[in-house]
């Protein structure tokens, strides 16, 4: 079989993740007909049909899923070894941290305040990712480690310490028949409306096969105050509480768990110091 080119494998994953040729094109700054030939050729070079386009969508193939999930670690890997190489040349290692915002479970600081009492303690950098891509981060080189919430986060290739784990809140609007409850079940949710979560693995959670797709929490809570939907996140990420809004234990949900990610064949002492660090200092809390 030909070898895949990069731009190719870039110029796939866009469509594939867009399923719209016009909105992949702008993407990647490129003339829409350029990008239909360089799919179309693709595929013939491959043998295999990767989409099925109509004059209203464009879907994935068997096979075009399976070039997507292979081709975005691909990608990650020709990025990670640049970066690396770049990385390696540097005198001063710095240790960069991607986190979501406000996705810390008020760790951050005591993790930091630990790590910078260690004799080996490095500059810090604060980088801040979306709902879904702070474990490419890592896995491309990006960053050195990161906080995710399992099992929300793919973690494809990636060692992880668990730093706390905690239970689920269903987030209401006041006026919800379940707002002056106490506590909800599972079952209690079973006929109600909530998010699809773009780009989040399952969690175990109730979630609308038809319900509004959204990115983050903020667009999430915004849909709430409309009564669109409800919600069900893990505790802290539904912090600090809406004064708008209700929050109830869901008492049988899956529990969640902030973790700090490295990825699996990092085995440096500036790594590994950080992660001994926010490992203590989670233990104190």
Same mark, same amino acid.
């Given at each position: ?160 310490? +668990?730093?706390? *784990?905690?239970? /689920?809140?269903?987030?209401? !609007?006041?006026?919800?028949? $379940?707002?002056? %409850? &106490? ?45 669109? +939907?409800?919600? *069900?996140?893990? /505790?802290?990420?539904?912090? !600090?509480?809406?004064?708008? $809004?209700?929050? %109830? &234990? ?12 490295w990825a699996q064949d990092d085995r440096r002492p500036l790594v590994a110091s ?12």
């Amino acid at each position: 079989m030909a070898e895949l080119e990069t731009r190719e494998l870039e110029y796939f994953v866009a469509v594939a993740e867009e399923l719209h040729f016009g909105h992949a094109a702008t993407r990647l700054a490129i003339a829409q007909p350029a990008l239909s030939k360089a799919i179309r050729r693709l595929e013939a070079r491959l043998g295999v049909r990767l989409l099925e386009r109509s004059s209203r969508s464009v879907t994935l193939t068997p096979a075009g899923q399976a070039l997507l999930h292979h081709g975005r670690h691909a990608l990650n890997a020709v990025s990670a070894a640049a970066e690396k190489t770049r990385r390696a040349a540097e005198q001063q290692a710095r240790l960069r941290l991607v986190i979501k915002p406000g996705g810390d479970a008020n760790l951050l600081s005591g993790i930091l305040a630990a790590y910078a009492g260690r004799p080996d303690a490095r500059q810090v950098d604060i980088l801040f990712g979306g709902a879904t891509d702070r474990a490419d981060h890592v896995r491309d080189g990006r960053a050195d480690v990161a906080l995710l919430y399992a099992p929300f986060d793919d973690m494809t290739g990636l060692d992880h310490e +668990t730093l706390t *784990v905690e239970g /689920r809140v269903a987030i209401l !609007p006041p006026d919800h028949r $379940l707002a002056t %409850r &106490p506590q909800v079940t599972l079952a209690d949710l079973a006929q109600e409306t909530l998010p699809r979560w773009k780009g989040v693995r399952w969690t175990g959670a109730p979630e609308a096969e038809h319900g509004p797709q959204v990115t983050d929490a903020a667009e999430a809570l915004h849909l709430i105050r409309l009564g669109r +939907t409800i919600a *069900v996140l893990p /505790r802290s990420l539904a912090r !600090p509480m809406h004064p708008d $809004l209700v929050y %109830r &234990p869901v008492t049988d949900a899956p529990t969640s768990a902030l973790v700090l990610a490295w990825a699996q064949d990092d085995r440096r002492p500036l790594v590994a110091s950080f992660v001994a660090a926010a490992v203590e200092a989670a233990g104190r809390t």
